[in-house]
């Protein structure tokens, strides 16, 4: 009973000026209508006080630490007012006067800001063209660092292949020969260059010969051609021949002689071939090292960043021309570089050249143009006709039917075939 009536004590509301036992004083409170952060209330404004690094370590050690540091309630404005601090001023809240709002940093150091009066920074205008340059010189950057992903690879020669290419580019009009030479021959023309040449790749493909092979082989033809007058009935012996020389400088296991005889039906010797390999040497002065189109065409099929289609229709493109006795006229590496253009055109349905193309090829897509045109007309024409060896080789698996990609017709419609502008070298 006795500890029942002491809680009860306890609980019970104190009479005015008689304080409970056991009870702990408040102090003077105010009342809850005092409080003006109530919910749903008015925004009621307040001053932050914030005071200025003066040195490293936050304060001036010469003035002591001031009490103005504590947050600035009413009844701690209160407090100083009555104690006559000088060095302090009270600040009214009183959301009745806007004009009080905007107070005048004291000596201490200390500024009033209402945060009422606060307004967020507005966004900063991004200069889009600004963007767009730092995008083009980034691109501008990575243009000439196609070589990044081999650099571990000795066998590509990153450090060196800039050099080769502008070697390459210095020496290929040296392997180029004259456009209309075969108006010095006496007993053969272009068609039956082409005749020979489309059976070439026919026994180049049965070989299973690498590719380089191929283009040397049509190389040394047409500069021996150049320069030696050859009779209608040795002109096979001429290319079985160049493909035996070609074979000694680029594979690693080159077909016998017999297979050679063989493969012409007999038509041929064995010492009749050795005797023309002889003067063919002799002709071309063992230059045997020259740059054909397909050494340009694996550097801008990597700056094109192609896939396996577009190698193979690329080179589609590029087979089709060696048949093509008019094709002489342009140069190995825009042979090749318009190989690629037309085979991305034909692929994407749009015309499709980039900077990094551009820049390691040096040809525009204008300058490509007239001789991508005639690719196009090449690519049209490929199944008919009786040479249609490339079109055969390159309509199966192997070579992903290439040659039923759609033509890239829509290079046509701006007009005529033209001739291209020379490349920049």
Request: proline letters at 5%; charged letters at 25%.
């Amino acid at each position: 009973m006795k500890a029942a009536g002491k809680a009860a004590d306890e609980n019970r509301r104190p009479v005015a000026g008689k304080p409970v036992p056991g009870v702990r004083e408040m102090g003077n409170r105010r009342a809850l209508t005092d409080i003006k952060n109530l919910v749903g209330a008015a925004p009621y404004p307040c001053a932050v006080a914030k005071k200025p690094m003066l040195q490293k370590n936050g304060r001036d050690e010469k003035k002591p630490a001031l009490a103005s540091s504590r947050p600035m309630t009413r009844k701690f404005a209160a407090s100083l007012a009555s104690k006559g601090d000088p060095e302090l001023q009270v600040t009214t809240t009183d959301p009745g006067l806007g004009d009080d709002h905007n107070k005048e940093p004291i000596d201490d150091g200390t500024v009033y800001i209402d945060v009422e009066q606060y307004e967020p920074v507005p966004d900063v205008d991004i200069d889009m063209d600004e963007t767009d340059h730092k995008d083009s010189v980034n691109e501008d950057e990575s243009i000439m660092d196609i070589d990044s992903a081999d650099s571990g690879n000795p066998l590509a020669a990153t450090e060196y292949v800039e050099e080769l290419y502008k070697f390459y580019r210095q020496n290929e009009a040296k392997s180029c020969v004259k456009p209309d030479y075969m108006s010095s021959q006496q007993d053969i023309n272009a068609k039956m260059r082409a005749i020979l040449i489309d059976w070439l790749i026919e026994v180049h493909y049965k070989f299973e010969l690498m590719d380089e092979t191929l283009f040397l082989t049509v190389n040394i033809i047409d500069r021996f051609l150049e320069k030696q007058v050859v009779p209608r009935k040795k002109l096979q012996l001429v290319g079985v021949t160049a493909m035996l020389l070609a074979c000694k400088y680029e594979e690693v296991s080159v077909p016998v002689v017999e297979d050679l005889v063989l493969i012409s039906d007999r038509a041929y010797t064995k010492g009749q071939i050795l005797e023309m390999e002889k003067l063919i040497l002799n002709t071309l002065q063992f230059n045997m090292s020259v740059p054909t189109p397909y050494v340009f065409m694996r550097r801008f099929l990597k700056a094109a960043d192609s896939d396996k289609q577009l190698e193979l229709v690329s080179f589609f493109m590029l087979e089709l021309c060696l048949v093509e006795y008019q094709m002489l006229k342009y140069q190995p590496s825009l042979l090749a570089a318009a190989a690629v253009y037309t085979a991305q055109c034909a692929i994407n349905r749009c015309q499709h050249w980039t900077k990094v193309c551009e820049s390691h090829s040096r040809y525009t897509g204008d300058q490509l143009l007239g001789c991508s045109r005639m690719m196009v007309d090449f690519h049209q024409k490929a199944g008919t006709g009786k040479l249609t060896g490339v079109h055969r080789k390159y309509s199966t698996f192997k070579f992903g039917c290439a040659a039923k990609v759609e033509p890239a017709l829509f290079l046509l419609e701006s007009g005529g075939i033209s001739p291209p502008s020379s490349g920049i070298i």
